[in-house]
Structure formats: C-alpha cells, structure tokens
C-alpha cells in the first residue's frame, strides 16, 4: 500500500497536468458539497483541492495556468459583450453608475484596510478578488504579481499570501453578501421585497397572457384528436377562437388518409384527424372541448419542429416592450404557432410581460413547427440555429490580438503600467461577442462551449494556483485567518451598503431591480440566485446583465491596480 501512494506521488510530480486534473476532479466533487441552502461551489471546491494536491510538492507550469485563465477570460468577455456595450447607451446609464461605484468602493475599501493591517500586494488581491468573489482579479493581479521587480521568492510568497486570502474571503465574502444583500437590504429600503416585485410585475403585465408571438412563451406540447359530430363544418379558424385568449393552433390534419398542413380557412369534417399545438395546461385541462377525443397517432404527431436563437438587432424593435413588438409583427407576419420559449439578458432568463422592454443583444427563443418558425424568423432577420460547430479560428485569433493588445506598458520607474495580457482579451473578447450579437455570421460559439471554456478554465486556473501555493497555505490561515474575516467582512458589505442607499435615493429605482444591480455588480451568480428565491420573482433579472458586464470588466482592472498600489505605497 505505501508503495502504491508513493508511486502514485512520483508519477503526479512527474507529469504535473494529471495532478492539476486529479484537483478538478476533486475538486467539482468537494464543490457539491452542500450544508442546508449553502454550497461550497466549484470555484472553492478546486482551489482547495488544489492546496491538498499541492502538498505533494507538485509544481504547475505558469504558461498552462495561464492559457486556462486566458480561455475563461474569453468566455466571460464574450458572454458580457453585448450587455457591456448595451451599458454604455443613456437608458442604462443608473446601472452603470452603480457598477462603477460598487467597483470603486470596493477597491478603494481594500486598499484602505490593506494599509490599516498591514497587507502585502498579494494579501491584499486576494483580499479584492474574494470579497468581490473575482476570479478575474486573480488572474490579472497574478500577472501584475509576475512583473512586480521583486525577488522570486518574494513573488511566490505574495502569491500564497493571494491564494490564501481569496480562499478565506471568497466564503466570508459568500456569506455576507447573502446577509447584506438578502437580509439587511430589503430592511435598509423598508420594504417587503416579495410584494414590491409583485407589484411590479403587475405593472409590467408579468401575470397576464397577451396576444401574439409573446403570450404563450411557456413549453407547449402537440395533441392529436379527433374531430367530433359537434364541431362538423367548423374551418380552422373557428376552432383555434374557441381557446380564446389561449393560443391553440390546428398544425395538421388528416382526411381519408392525407395528412396535410391547416391553414385557417381549411373546413374540417367529423372524423378528421388533426394536430393541435398549445401550451400543456390548456390542452390537458378540462376546459379543452376535444379533450375526451384525444387519440394517439404516432405519424399525424411526427410534425418537424424547431428551436432557434434570434439576438434582437432591428433597430425598430429595440427599447420597445413585448406588447409593442408584437404590434409591430403581427402587421407584417402571421405569427400564429410561434412560440418565445425564453428571453435570456446577458446569460440569465427574463421575466416575460407585455410591459417588460427588450434591448439590443437580448436573446429570444423562437419554437414551434418549422413552417411558422422560418416565417417569423425572416421578418426578425438573423437567427442562429441549433449547432455544435464552434468558430475556432476567430477565437483563437481573438485571443491572440487581445493579448498582443495588453502587451504594451508604459515604464514609469521600475513600474510597468498597462492593461496586460489578461486584461487585453478580455477586452478583444467583449469586443467580439458584441459584434457577433450584432452581425451573427462568424465567430458563433454555441452556449455549451461557452459554458465549458468558462468553467474548466476558471476552475483550472483556481486549481493551479493552489497547487502552486499548496506547501503555504496552511500556515497562512493559521497566521492571519481571524484578521482576513474582518477584513473580508468589511471589504464585502460597505460597497453593497454605499450602493443599495445611493441607488434607492439618488436614482428611485425600484427595490427589486436596484438589488438585481447590485447583486451583478458583485459579479455573484450564487447572490442573484438567492435573491431571486427571497424575492420569488425574476424582476431581480432586468437589472442585473449591465451591471455584472461592467463589474467584469472593471474588477477584472483593479487586480492589476490594488497589486500596484500597495507595492508602492
């Protein structure tokens, strides 16, 4: 047996990407780990495992670290291109201002507690990127680690010092955003969170179902029946009103045997087979007047049917609520058996409502039988279709120019002062998803991919870094770990604080959506799905996508800044 383990620690000493891969492992499994509603994560989850695989005295190769953090950089940029951009227009301008008032709160608050209790640069990134649960600030803070004129083994102990304080301060930082954010906040605005977004959503017209391609914008299932005495000489038309204001639909129906696609003046008969299409709980309740006649029938259901993806481009259609759109279309398309399974802003699902506005860059789910798809889908313009091909040349190159880009610094003394390599692909990628929701003909990177290159990459780098900073990290808790969970309590809630008041009284925004901001400022999927259940409402959502673009971006800058500030100072 001891034979076996220590084999097993010379092989992973010596072929140190299987170690880096046992600590993902390890590491997506420690992550699931859950105590009552509180979840390590995979982010925590891999760094940990990494310090434990790190005892073995495995060293990581920078250069492999670094082209995970590159392609993680890469996907965040890409997804947040659109909304990051979308920021910039005057009618987001509050959620902007908030962002960068989170963002420079929060460094300027670690700046003043790193000099208050005496932090290295490393302490102190670490300290920004756990707090601002960053992952981002990391990476840039690790570069700027890397350029700093100091001794090799200064620049490791710094990044121990980073690996230790993000470990320490991403969880203290987990938890009081969940207690300022969820608890203390609504009690700071005086309001009952759940009531208000209620409200809203009852202003918004989140409760009721509205004509057009919108209303029935839930999962819908296709029945087939057959036509009873009763309903003999009725057209197409006719039937589909009797569902009114339900959107039912006749996609088929069979007569003597020919199966053939409805169209609304086609007369039925008694004894017709036919298809319709409409959301499961009005076809499966009992105010369906052909419930008691549903047959099973395999090839008459057999209706090819579709689900694709249009990033909303037309300039007429944008800053315009549901109910408005569909006005618009219906005047140049028949958009019966259409249905909008989803509207996605910058990654997270929107509530739908009649009153809810889309922006550019907003994503809408198309599905329905292929015919009636491919007819709305020409008048909204270009659609993306279901695909696993990726683009892999145009995001390579992205990357390649984007770090280029970052490359060049100005020299002021022993300092180098530039955006860097991280920094700069970020940036090219922000640029590219921009330009692909735009322009959707190359570049396409299917949202599974997305979802990979952010989560291995993220979690790889994570991993590395505590594989490096392993032998460390344990007498680095023991030294400073009570004085990091003041810290880090502190560095976490003053910059929710400062924006939660200035967002209530400087700009009057509504609870729900000014928690939304916050909550994406913070750059915190874990926060905004809290939010959403002590809400119990998605109004969280509408103003969450700009803030989390801008947030990226900016605390992906300040890794490099707080490195360079407390050097120096």
Not at 140 to 154: C, E, H, P, R, S
Not at 380 to 403: E, H, K, Y
Request: a neutral charge.
């Amino acid at each position: 047996m001891t034979r076996a383990i220590e084999w097993i620690r010379v092989a992973l000493q010596s072929h140190s990407e299987l170690a880096l891969f046992l600590a993902l492992a390890a590491g997506y499994f420690l992550g699931r780990v859950r105590i009552g509603s509180f979840q390590l994560g995979p982010v925590v989850g891999c760094l940990l495992a990494g310090v434990a695989v790190g005892q073995l005295g495995i060293t990581i190769p920078t250069a492999l670290s670094s082209a995970f953090f590159l392609l993680f950089l890469f996907s965040a940029g890409y997804k947040a291109g659109p909304q990051f951009f979308r920021g910039l227009r005057r009618n987001a301008l509050p959620q902007v201002v908030l962002a960068i008032l989170f963002a420079g709160t929060g460094l300027l608050t670690v700046y003043a507690v790193a000099r208050v209790l005496g932090f290295d640069a490393g302490t102190a990134a670490g300290l920004l990127a756990g707090s601002g649960h960053s992952s981002e600030t990391m990476g840039t803070a690790n570069d700027a680690i890397g350029k700093l004129a100091i001794g090799d083994d200064l620049r490791h102990a710094f990044t121990e010092d980073m690996t230790v304080a993000f470990a320490v301060t991403y969880l203290v930082g987990l938890f009081t955003t969940f207690v300022v954010l969820i608890r203390m906040g609504p009690w700071m605005l005086g309001i009952d969170l759940r009531a208000e977004c209620q409200k809203l959503e009852q202003e918004l017209g989140m409760k009721t179902e509205e004509p057009g391609v919108v209303s029935a914008y839930k999962q819908f299932v296709m029945r087939a029946y057959k036509l009873p005495e009763s309903m003999h000489g009725e057209v197409v038309a006719e039937l589909e009103h009797a569902f009114s204001p339900e959107r039912v639909f006749v996609e088929r129906v069979k007569k003597e045997g020919e199966i053939i696609d409805a169209n609304p003046h086609l007369r039925l008969e008694a004894g017709d087979r036919i298809v319709l299409s409409g959301r499961q709980k009005v076809l499966g309740s009992s105010s369906n007047p052909l419930q008691r006649y549903e047959i099973d029938e395999p090839a008459l259901l057999d209706v090819p049917a579709i689900a694709l993806d249009h990033v909303l481009e037309r300039k007429d259609l944008q800053h315009r609520t549901f109910a408005e759109i569909v006005a618009v279309l219906e005047k140049e398309v028949p958009t019966r058996g259409v249905f909008i399974r989803k509207v996605t802003r910058g990654g997270e699902e929107l509530p739908l409502g009649e009153g809810v506005v889309l922006e550019r860059g907003d994503v809408l789910t198309l599905i329905g039988a292929r015919r009636h798809v491919d007819r709305v889908a020409e008048r909204l313009g270009s659609v993306q279709r279901a695909s696993n091909v990726t683009d892999l040349a145009p995001l390579c190159l992205i990357i390649v120019i984007g770090g280029l880009i970052g490359l060049p610094a100005l020299h002021v003394g022993k300092v180098s002062l530039g955006f860097g390599l991280p920094v700069g692909v970020l940036l090219a990628a922000l640029v590219m998803g921009w330009v692909q929701s735009l322009r959707p003909v190359f570049g396409r990177v299917p949202e599974p991919v997305v979802w990979l290159l952010d989560s291995l990459g993220l979690a790889a780098f994570v991993a590395s870094i505590g594989i490096n900073a392993g032998p460390g990290f344990v007498h680095g808790v023991r030294t400073t770990g009570v004085v990091l969970l003041i810290a880090g309590v502190l560095s976490c809630a003053v910059p929710f604080i400062i924006t939660i008041f200035t967002g209530r009284f400087l700009f009057r925004l509504h609870p729900g959506i000014l928690l939304g901001i916050c909550a994406g400022s913070s750059t915190s999927s874990p926060a905004l799905a809290a939010l959403l259940e002590k809400a119990e409402s998605r109004v969280p959502v509408l103003g969450y996508g700009v803030s989390y673009a801008v947030g990226k971006v900016l605390f992906a800058l300040w890794g490099s800044i707080i490195v360079l500030l407390v050097h120096r100072s």
